[in-house]
């Protein structure tokens, strides 16, 4: 398997723009979900999914950022408009049937000018 | 939530040892571990389900103590291929399938 697939891997965009994540999960891995990492706050759980459902969304910072799963192989993590804050690296990572170990994407690093 | 990890950083030398701690003030279900390198993703290392248990990967091993919502992550004869941020991750009896990390722990092994 390819393993966990993120684009684009780095996106650059000015203040107010829309923005739009992508991950495609292993096949066959039931949840999925979205990090945001920064120096000063960590790994940070955005929002999880398993069957395609959200089950937690607490971690959204605001109404600005919005996710959706409309299958089993597709995610996104939509930031409008965007915000210089929102400058960070977005993970996704899948996990299935081996006791919830999470396979990471390799990121999109997002920087908001 | 967010489960506590010391130390913030350390540094060690080639064959020396280290312990990372991590710690909750929530009853865990389990605790996990993942490692992140410089501009790479996190990468899991294991997984410690219950309480006493203690894994193995490598030369590192991690005990899990239930009572004390503790986890302790061992690195013995450390290589440089070790070096990277050390990263818990809890999840609790309510919502197992939702994991927490903590701030990191960032380990530099050197020459």
């Known amino acids: 398997d390819a393993g966990v697939i993120q684009s684009p891997r780095h996106e650059v965009t000015e203040m107010g723009q829309e923005v739009t994540l992508r991950c495609k999960p292993i096949?066959?891995?039931?949840?999925l979900f979205w990090y945001r990492q920064t120096m000063m706050r960590g790994l940070e759980l955005l929002i999880y999914?398993?069957?395609?459902?959200?089950?937690?969304d607490s971690g959204m910072p605001e109404d600005r950022f919005s996710a959706k799963m409309p299958n089993a192989s597709f995610s996104t993590l939509k930031i409008q408009p965007s915000e210089p804050r929102d400058s960070a690296v977005y993970f996704c990572?899948?996990?299935?049937?081996?006791?919830?170990?999470?396979?990471f994407g390799a990121g999109t690093r997002l920087s908001v000018l | 939530q967010q489960p506590v990890q010391s130390p913030q950083a350390v540094i060690l030398r080639e064959g020396e040892d280290a312990v990372i701690n991590c710690s909750s003030s929530k009853a865990l279900y389990s605790v996990h571990w993942y490692r992140q390198k410089h501009g790479e993703a996190p990468v899991f290392l294991m997984i410690?389900?219950?309480?006493?248990e203690q894994k193995g990967h490598e030369k590192i091993s991690a005990s899990f103590n239930e009572k004390k919502q503790q986890s302790s992550l061992y690195l013995t004869a450390s290589q440089l291929s070790y070096s990277g941020t050390y990263f818990c991750g809890t999840a609790f009896k309510t919502s197992y399938d939702k994991v927490i990390f903590g701030p990191g722990t960032s380990l530099s092994v050197i020459p």
């Open positions: 410690l389900l219950k309480g006493g």
């Open positions: 990572a899948s996990s299935g049937t081996e006791g919830n170990i999470q396979y």
């Open positions: 999914f398993n069957n395609n459902v959200p089950i937690d």
């Open positions: 096949s066959g891995h039931d949840y």
